[in-house]
Nanobody, 126 residues
Framework: QVQLVESGGGLVQPGGSLRLSCAAS????????IGWFRQAPGKEREGVSC????????YYADSVTGRFTTSRDNSKTEVYLQMNNLKPEDTAVYYC???????????????????WGQGTQVTVSS
């Protein structure tokens, strides 16, 4: 596990776009499976996306497929979550993790993962 810092959140109107960034103080992240998770008030944490460290294979939750894209920068020190056509139900605090997996359509992180960052708030509202 590595401590990550999220940034890029903000207030956007429905249909708008935001790009979130995940970094670890210049440390290369290409060896890690990087996940994005979100948690809205009063709701369970939800896995959003996962990009693998081996082949940069990407996985997405059904709720964001076709709208969100995760990718790495060329220096492999940042991972992005490009969010397009945002909806009010996308409002949440978004976190990135240095661990993720995908099974049966669900993005998840291991129960032992304990290096959650502060997250970045995304608010979609008119």
């Amino acid at each position: 596990q590595v401590q990550l810092v999220e940034s890029g959140g903000g207030l956007v109107q429905p249909g708008g776009s935001l790009r979130l960034s995940c970094a670890a103080s210049g440390r290369a992240l290409d060896a890690y499976d990087i996940g994005w998770f979100r948690q809205a008030p009063g709701k369970e944490r939800e896995g959003v996306s996962c990009i693998t460290g081996t082949h940069d294979t990407t996985y997405y939750a059904d709720s964001v497929t076709g709208r969100f894209t995760t990718s790495r920068d060329n220096s492999k020190t940042e991972v992005y979550l490009q969010m397009n056509n945002l909806k009010p139900e996308d409002t949440a605090v978004y976190y990135c993790t240095s661990d993720c997996a995908h099974a049966l359509g669900v993005i998840y992180v291991s129960n032992s993962y304990d290096t959650w960052g502060q997250g970045t708030q995304v608010t979609v509202s008119s």
